[in-house]
C-alpha cells in the first residue's frame, strides 16, 4: 500500500489549480474535461506534482512506474526519473510493436482498449500506476487488471486530479487497487 495519503492544500493547491482548465463539450457533447496542460506548461506547478507523488509513494519499494496512455506518460516518467526506476507503457491498440496483453473498458464515452508488451514486467515486480485524471475509473481498473495479468503486483493508482462524484475509486478498489490523488476536482481553491 502506498504511504501518505490526502489531497494536496494551501499553496500548493493554489499553484496547481491555477494551471487547471475546464473545456466542456470535449471530447463529445455533454462531457467537460479537465485539461492538465498547464500543469505540465508550468515548471514550479510541473515539479510539485512530481514531488507530492513522489512523498505520498516514500518507502515503497517499486520496480516500474507504469503510466497510462498518453496524459498519464509525463507524470509517470517524470515519477519513474525522479524515484530511479523504470517506466512502461499502456498504450492504445495497435501502438506496440510485439506481442502484447490486451484489455477493453468503457470510457465514459465510449469503449477503448489498452495493451501491454507481454514481457514489459518481470513476474512479481511491484509498480505504481500513473495517470491525469481518475473520472470512471474504468481506464485504471483496466490498467491494474492488464498489468496483473503479468503476476506483477500494483500498489496503487496515482492520479494528479479524481472527480469523486463519477465513482472512480470504488471501481479501482473493486479491482484491488488503492488511489493516491493530489487533487479533488470538487473542490477547487
Known amino acids: 500500500m502506498a504511504a501518505a495519503q490526502g489531497y494536496v492544500s494551501g499553496e500548493s493547491a493554489s499553484l496547481l489549480w491555477s494551471r487547471i482548465s475546464s473545456v466542456e463539450n470535449w471530447p ?3 462531457v467537460s474535461f479537465i485539461d492538465l ?5 508550468h515548471g514550479p506547478a510541473f515539479s510539485l506534482t512530481i514531488d507530492s507523488l513522489a512523498e505520498r509513494i516514500d518507502g515503497q519499494s517499486l520496480d516500474a512506474i507504469v503510466g497510462i496512455e498518453a496524459r498519464g506518460f509525463p507524470y509517470a516518467a517524470a515519477l519513474a526519473y525522479r524515484l530511479g ?4 507503457t499502456l498504450r492504445k491498440a495497435g501502438k506496440l510493436p510485439r506481442a502484447v496483453h490486451a484489455q477493453e473498458y468503457a470510457l465514459e464515452y465510449g469503449l477503448a482498449t489498452l495493451e501491454l508488451h507481454q514481457d514489459s514486467l518481470d513476474q512479481h515486480r511491484r509498480v505504481l500506476i500513473v495517470d491525469d485524471v481518475l473520472a470512471t475509473g474504468g481506464t485504471a481498473a483496466a490498467a491494474v487488471d492488464l498489468v496483473r495479468r503479468t503476476d506483477t503486483d500494483v500498489d496503487a493508482v496515482a492520479v494528479v486530479m479524481e472527480i469523486p462524484f463519477l465513482q472512480g475509486r470504488a471501481v479501482v478498489a473493486a479491482a484491488g487497487a488503492e488511489v493516491i490523488a493530489l487533487l479533488d476536482a470538487s473542490a477547487p481553491s
Open 85 to 88: 526506476i523504470g517506466f512502461v
Open 37 to 41: 496542460s498547464g500543469v505540465l506548461e
Open 28 to 30: 463529445t457533447p455533454g
